[in-house]
C-alpha cells in the first residue's frame, strides 16, 4: 500500500492550492480516502474525508467552504482543492486509508496504524 501526496508550497493568503493523493498497491475504488493536516507544535486533526464512490464526503469546520475534496477512481487519485487560504492552514498534509471503511459517517478518525502518505508541506505566507 502507498500514499502519494505532492502539490504543497509557498502561497500567499488568499491563495489556492490543489493537493494530490496517487495511491497504489489497493483496491483504490473500494476506500475512504482522507486527508489530515499537522501545523508545528500542534496534534494531528482531520481536514477532510471521501467516500469510496466520492459520493459522500466530510469538511473539518475550519475549512468548509474553502476547501474542496475529490476523487478519480480511474487515476487512483484524491485532490485536496484549497482555496482562501489562511496562514492557520499552514502544515504537513497528509491523506490516509484505514483499508476499512467505504462510506463516511463523520470525520475520518486516523488511527497510527492505518496507511499514510509521507506529507506535502503547506505554508501560507505573504
Known amino acids: 500500500v502507498q500514499l502519494q501526496a505532492s502539490g504543497g508550497g509557498l502561497v500567499q493568503p488568499g491563495g489556492s492550492l490543489r493537493l494530490s493523493c496517487a495511491a497504489s498497491?489497493?483496491?483504490?475504488?473500494?476506500?475512504?480516502i482522507g486527508w489530515f493536516r499537522q501545523a508545528p507544535g500542534k496534534e494531528r486533526e482531520v481536514v477532510s474525508c471521501?467516500?469510496?464512490?466520492?459520493?459522500?464526503?466530510y469538511y473539518a469546520d475550519s475549512v468548509r467552504g474553502r476547501f474542496t475534496i475529490s476523487r478519480d477512481n480511474a487515476k487512483n487519485t484524491v485532490y485536496l482543492q484549497m482555496g482562501s487560504l489562511k496562514a492557520e492552514d499552514t502544515a504537513v498534509y497528509y491523506c490516509?486509508?484505514?483499508?476499512?471503511?467505504?462510506?463516511?459517517?463523520?470525520?475520518?478518525?486516523?488511527?497510527?496504524?492505518?496507511?499514510w502518505g509521507q506529507g506535502t508541506q503547506v505554508t501560507v505566507s505573504s
Open positions: 490516509q486509508t484505514d483499508l476499512y471503511s467505504d462510506y463516511v459517517w463523520g470525520p475520518c478518525l486516523g488511527y497510527e496504524d492505518d496507511y
Open positions: 498497491g489497493f483496491r483504490f475504488d473500494k476506500y475512504v
Open positions: 471521501i467516500g469510496s464512490t466520492g459520493g459522500n464526503t
